[in-house]
C-alpha cells in the first residue's frame, strides 16, 4: 500500500528526547524515528516504535540490542542521531521515516559501509545500501494495471493529484503502460485544492472514455469527487472500469457507495488485522498503519542475525531475489534501494473490501 511521507507543521521542533535501547544483545540496530516530532508524526513514531518493541519480543531474539533514536522529524535530527547510533555500534539502521531524514541518515552510513532500512516513500532518497522497505506506488500501479489488463483492459486513463506523490504514480503509470503493453488514453493532472481545476481535468478525462477501459485514480481521498464528477459527464464514463491504489485501503473510501466494483491493489488484509489485535492486546490502542513497516523491519533483522552469520547485513543478503515475507506479505529489497512487494487485487464491496486476486507466495524465477 502507497503512503504519502506524512507533513510536518511549521513549529520549531522540539528538543529530542533521550535514547532508549531494547533488549540486551550483542548485535547492536538502531531505530531512527521522529518520536517528539509534532502531530501525525509523532502519534506514527511511537506506534511505529511499539511495534518494533512488539517484533523483538514476538520472536524472542536475545542476540539484538534496539537502539532507538530520535531524530524529531528533522534531517539535523537524524545526522545526530545516526551520528550516536554509529558511534555506540549499530551495525544496521532502521528509519529514517521522512526522505529528507533518510537522506541526511544514508550519507552517514554509507560512507561507514552501515546499511540502511528505511521508511520514506520516496525512492529518490534509495541507494545502493540504503533500502526502503516502504509501500512505494510504483508496486501499486504496477499490479492493479497489470491486473486489469488481465481482464481484458488494455486501454487506461488516470486522473492524478499535482503533487510528489502524483509525479511518482505518473511516472509508474507510463513506465507500466510501456512495459505491459497497455494503452494510456488520457492521463491529467488536478491541483488538490482547487475544485473547478479538478472539474476541468474529469472533463478532459470522460471525452476520452469512448477510448477508455478502465479509469485508474490514485488518490482515494479525491476518489469519490472524481468519480461523482465522471457520472456527471454521462454514461460513457462510468462503463470505465475503475481502479486504485493501496490508498483507498481506508472505512472512508470502501465504504463510499459510489466506488462499488472498483478494483484496487494492496497487501492481502489478514496479515494486518492478525497484527492489529495483537498490538491492541500489548498496548491498549491501535497502531498506525505504516506500523507494519518497523514490526518487519525488525523481525527481518532478528532473522538475519539468527541465520546468516557474519554476512548477515551484507548487500547480498539483503538484496536476496527469493526476498522475505512480512505481515503484509513477501517482499524483497532491489540492489538500487528501491523494493518489490507481493500485492492481492481487491474490489470494493458492500461488506468490505473482497480479495479477487490473490498475493503471490513466491516472486517470479525465485526458489
Do not use: C, H
Not at 214 to 225: F, K, R, Y
Not at 241 to 251: C, Y
Not at 264 to 276: K, N, V
Request: hydrophobic letters at 45%; zero cysteines.
Amino acid at each position: 500500500m502507497s503512503m504519502p511521507d506524512l507533513g510536518l507543521g511549521s513549529r520549531p521542533p522540539p528538543e529530542p528526547q533521550p535514547a532508549t535501547a531494547i533488549g540486551t544483545g550483542q548485535v547492536k540496530v538502531a531505530l531512527i524515528l521522529p518520536l517528539t516530532a509534532s502531530g501525525n508524526a509523532g502519534l506514527a513514531a511511537q506506534s511505529m516504535r511499539n511495534a518494533a518493541e512488539m517484533a523483538l519480543a514476538e520472536f524472542n531474539t536475545s542476540g539484538v540490542q534496539l537502539l532507538v533514536k530520535d531524530d524529531a522529524g528533522t534531517p539535523q535530527g537524524a545526522q545526530a542521531a545516526a551520528q550516536q547510533a554509529l558511534q555506540e555500534g549499530a551495525e544496521i539502521i532502521l528509519g529514517p521515516l521522512f526522505a529528507p531524514s533518510v537522506a541526511a541518515t544514508g550519507q552517514l552510513a554509507r560512507a561507514r559501509g552501515i546499511p540502511v532500512i528505511a521508511f520514506s516513500t520516496d525512492a529518490n532518497v534509495a541507494a545502493r545500501g540504503v533500502y526502503l522497505l516502504s509501500f512505494l506506488p510504483e508496486s501499486d500501479i504496477d499490479r492493479v494495471i497489470s491486473y486489469s489488463m488481465s481482464q481484458g483492459k488494455r486501454a487506461v486513463a488516470a486522473l492524478v493529484p499535482d503533487s510528489p506523490y502524483g509525479t511518482v504514480v505518473q511516472a509508474a503509470i507510463q513506465q507500466t503502460a510501456s512495459r505491459r503493453g497497455a494503452r494510456v488514453a488520457a492521463l491529467e493532472r488536478y491541483p488538490q485544492q482547487d475544485q473547478q481545476a479538478m472539474q476541468d481535468a474529469i472533463r478532459r478525462v470522460a471525452q476520452a472514455a469512448t477510448q477508455t477501459d478502465a479509469v485508474l485514480i490514485p488518490d482515494g481521498a479525491d476518489a469519490g469527487a472524481i468519480v461523482q464528477g465522471l457520472g456527471a459527464a454521462g454514461p460513457t464514463a462510468r462503463r470505465a472500469q475503475l481502479l486504485g491504489t493501496g490508498l483507498w485501503d481506508e472505512p472512508q473510501v470502501l465504504g463510499n457507495a459510489a466506488l462499488q466494483g472498483a478494483w484496487f491493489a494492496a497487501p492481502e488484509p489478514t496479515g494486518y488485522r492478525s497484527f492489529a489485535t495483537r498490538y491492541r492486546t500489548r498496548f491498549g490502542r491501535d497502531p498506525v498503519r505504516t506500523a507494519t513497516l518497523s514490526y518487519d523491519a525488525v523481525s527481518l533483522v532478528s532473522a538475519l542475525v539468527k541465520t546468516q552469520g557474519a554476512q548477515r547485513f551484507s548487500d547480498q543478503v539483503l538484496a536476496n531475489p527469493s526476498g522475505f515475507s512480512g505481515i503484509d506479505g513477501i517482499f524483497r529489497l532491489r540492489g538500487d534501494g528501491t523494493n518489490e512487494r507481493g500485492l492481492a487485487v481487491l474490489r470494493v464491496a458492500p461488506g468490505g473490501a473482497q480479495v479477487i486476486s490473490p498475493a503471490p507466495k513466491a516472486f517470479p524465477g525465485s526458489t
